[in-house]
């Protein structure tokens, strides 16, 4: 098992059934004690996620999803940045969804999300997604009103058939060659706590700031409801969670980093063959030059 197996290993959920949010602790850094050896295996990770992505793209044959969720604060956009630092930006798309516009909202609920999956060859990442669906909107239960959904059509059984409908779809995914790889950030509320005065006391965070963020944070243990029914009922095999500890930041980003590393390694990757006719192609080239 390499390195990276390893290390995720603990934090990867693929049978939701038991899954209980309070057995992972956010605070958790692994066998990892200290800044500089994670920033050392980060950029190991860094290395070799940028080696096998250029396979990946020359392959072009798997598609690979990541898909990113969490609290407010909890490192999202960091742990992106940081992680894909390394990679191909040809080989790369980054789509973040944010409240449905009226043209979305015209749609079925998979729709703005199906447009923007990864093309084979590429590491497609959704900075939140189509699980919204089942976290703010079954939180606030307005935004449900405001899907314009049939009303027959919005039972009890609305967040199971959602579940469902999700679980379909990936397995549909995972059919044709797309790998998803699904990351919950997993922040403490007192650490969010600390990292909203800093937005608020350091002036170069201060843009990071959003009142709605405070607002989310009342719903809470609502929220936190909402993620472990989600993951109970979407870890599969085919598209795992990984519930990443992010009190630590360096933490977060080297499990996230591990985590691709090992998604890529398993799929075997490598150059495409030149085969016979293809060497014959290359040797009339090297004439021509
Ligand atoms: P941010 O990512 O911090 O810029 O915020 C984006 C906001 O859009 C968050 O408050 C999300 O909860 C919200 N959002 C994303 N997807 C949906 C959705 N499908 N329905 C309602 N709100 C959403
Ligand atoms: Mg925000």
Known sequence: MSWASKLVRPYRVEDGEKFRIKDFDPGDTGHIHSK???????????????????????????????????????????????????????GCQVYSFKVPSSEELDHDFLWRTSVRLPERGRIGIFNRSYYEEVLVVRVHPEVLKGERIPPSLVTKDIWKERFEDIRAFERYLARNGIVIRKFFLNLSKKEQKRRFLARLDD????????????????????????????????????????????????????????????????????????????????????KLL
Do not use: C
């Not at 290395?47 to 798997?62: H, N, P, T, V």
């Not at 599969?236 to 591990?258: G, L, M």
């Open 36 to 90: 500089p050896h994670a920033h050392k295996l980060l950029e190991q990770g860094i290395a070799s996620m940028a080696e096998l992505q250029d396979k990946l793209y020359a392959q072009d044959r798997w598609g690979v999803l990541l898909i990113f969720q969490a609290m407010d604060a909890a490192g999202k956009d960091g742990a992106i940045k940081h992680v894909m630092s390394g990679v191909n930006p040809q």
């Open 203 to 286: 002036p170069q965070k201060n843009w990071k700031f959003s009142a709605a963020d405070i607002h989310e944070r009342a719903s809470w243990n609502a929220y936190m409801e909402a993620y472990q029914d989600m993951i109970v009922h979407t870890a599969t095999e085919t598209a795992p969670w990984y519930v990443v500890p992010s009190d630590n930041k360096w933490f977060t980003r080297v499990i996230v980093a591990a985590a691709i590393v090992d998604t890529l390694e398993s799929l075997r990757l490598g150059y495409p063959e030149v085969n016979a006719q293809k060497r014959k192609e290359l040797k009339a080239a090297r």
